[in-house]
Nanobody, 121 residues
Framework: QARLVEWGGALVQAGGSLKLSCAAA????????MGWYRQGTGEQRDLVAS???????KYGDSVKGRFTIRRDNAKNTVYLQMNSLKPEDTDIYFC???????????????WGEGTQVTVSS
């Protein structure tokens, strides 16, 4: 019953900023690591940023110093502030949760449907 809903993707010029949001819903009692991935060029999605329930963060090398991830545990929501955007940041961005618990029991490896970010030069 749990699902992730993303919003905030848009068309923006190089050097601009965007903020992505992702909310988890469905009677959640615990929520693990939340993150943002993008499709990339390979078969596997690439890590953009992640944040644990305690606030520990990780960033992909290509976005360090430009992107910031935050979460609001009371709202079961994660945010990605993207600054100094580059054309190579253009991609579909997917929200991800590694594990969560609802009244029906545990769930894991949950993905949102993706939100499009396009950066023009």
């Amino acid at each position: 019953q749990a699902r992730l809903v993303e919003w905030g993707g848009a068309l923006v010029q190089a050097g601009g900023s965007l903020k992505l949001s992702c909310a988890a819903a469905g009677g959640i009692s615990s929520l693990g690591v939340m993150g943002w991935y993008r499709q990339g060029t390979g078969e596997q999605r690439d890590l953009v940023a992640s944040i644990s329930s305690g606030g520990d963060t990780k960033y992909g090398d290509s976005v360090k110093g430009r992107f910031t991830i935050r979460r609001d545990n009371a709202k079961n929501t994660v945010y990605l502030q993207m600054n100094s955007l580059k054309p190579e940041d253009t991609d579909i961005y997917f929200c991800h949760v590694d594990r969560l618990t609802t009244a029906d029991g545990p769930d894991y490896d949950l993905w949102g449907e993706g939100t499009q970010v396009t950066v023009s030069s």
